[in-house]
């Protein structure tokens, strides 16, 4: 005689999980299908220029500069105004990589300041975004960060990548000290530079890079080209599921600024390519920037 009640009130709770859970079910299909409409230029620019909500810049910020058109001109000018004055550090390390990919010689300079900021990510963006961005003016600003053993590991890593660009007795000297580092991944990116400097193919030896230094004249006149790195990764299921967004990886390339002849740069491509109905200008209307033409936006 329970049984009849018991499955009643079963199905009667049954129901009204299922109409309690409604709205968290087609909110989880919203979210679903939202995915497979990325945000409009204009709603990650009004993210990136959000000044009360420090989440929706870095993200608007971060969908900005991975667009083919994240070059342009008026949203160059909000990553260095970000890498420049953001008090937020995932904020600065956004724009960081945003100039590292888009950025022009001179942004050099602005980036390597964050090489001395206290959050590791506003550190580790600056140090890969130097990968990309060629200034002889910033190698003595990187080489001392690389041989100094109280800066995380990791960091030393892209500084050690960095380095390979600027064939100096400094930063020669810099690499090989970091050849007896405690990280073998300091050790392995040091010894790739050298390489690269100086075209040899010496092993991790500190003493024998320092001997081969000692025995030539021109240390650097077989260097090899210098490329930064990209990221790469295998293809997984979904990524074949998304066929009709094929995924395509950056190709490694020289540093914006290093004169190699017939290079295109990424930063070239996205300006001449960007369509001006698809750009919004970040900072027309945001406040304390004075407009899209404000000289208070460094450069």
């Known amino acids: 005689m329970l049984r009849p009640r018991t499955g009643a009130t079963l199905l009667l709770s049954g129901l009204a999980l299922c109409a309690g859970g409604c709205d968290t079910i087609s909110s989880d299909f919203s979210s679903f299908a939202e995915s497979f409409t990325p945000p409009t230029p204009a709603q990650a620019a009004q993210w990136a220029a959000d000044p009360n909500d420090r989440e929706n810049a870095r993200r608007g910020t971060v969908l900005l500069?991975?667009?083919?058109?994240?070059?342009?001109?008026?949203?160059?000018?909000?990553?260095?105004?970000?890498?420049?004055?953001?008090?937020d550090p995932l904020v600065r390390a956004a724009a960081l990589q945003a100039l590292g990919r888009h950025g022009?010689?001179?942004?050099?300079?602005?980036?390597?300041?964050?090489?001395?900021?206290?959050?590791?990510?506003?550190?580790?963006?600056?140090?890969k975004a130097l990968q990309r961005l060629h200034d002889p003016a910033v190698a003595d600003t990187i080489w001392p960060r690389l041989v100094d053993g109280s800066e995380d590991p990791d960091v030393r890593v892209e500084l050690a990548i960095a380095l390979a660009q600027y064939p100096t007795p400094a930063v020669f000297q810099a690499l090989v000290a970091a050849l007896s580092q405690r990280e073998l991944a300091v050790n392995v990116a040091a010894v790739d530079s050298l390489r690269t400097l100086t075209g040899q193919t010496i092993a991790i030896d500190e003493d024998a890079w320092l001997a081969y230094y000692a025995s030539t004249s021109t240390p650097f006149a077989t260097a090899r080209v210098?490329?930064?790195?990209?990221?790469?990764?295998?293809?997984?299921?979904?990524?074949?599921?998304?066929?009709?967004?094929?995924?395509?990886?950056?190709?490694?390339?020289?540093?914006?600024?290093?004169?190699?002849?017939g290079t295109r740069r990424t930063n070239d491509a996205s300006r001449e390519n960007a369509d001006p109905a698809t750009v919004v200008d970040p900072l027309a209307d945001a406040p304390g920037t004075g407009g899209s033409g404000s000289a208070d936006a460094p450069k």
Request: aromatic letters at 14%.
């Open 65 to 87: 500069a991975n667009a083919p058109w994240g070059g342009a001109l008026p949203y160059l000018r909000m990553y260095r105004l970000y890498a420049e004055d953001s008090l």
């Open 104 to 127: 022009d010689p001179e942004d050099a300079v602005l980036v390597a300041k964050s090489i001395a900021s206290p959050f590791r990510q506003v550190r580790l963006a600056a140090a």
């Open 226 to 261: 210098y490329l930064y790195p990209t990221f790469v990764r295998e293809l997984d299921i979904w990524d074949h599921l998304l066929f009709w967004q094929p995924v395509v990886f950056e190709q490694p390339d020289v540093p914006v600024g290093m004169k190699v002849l």
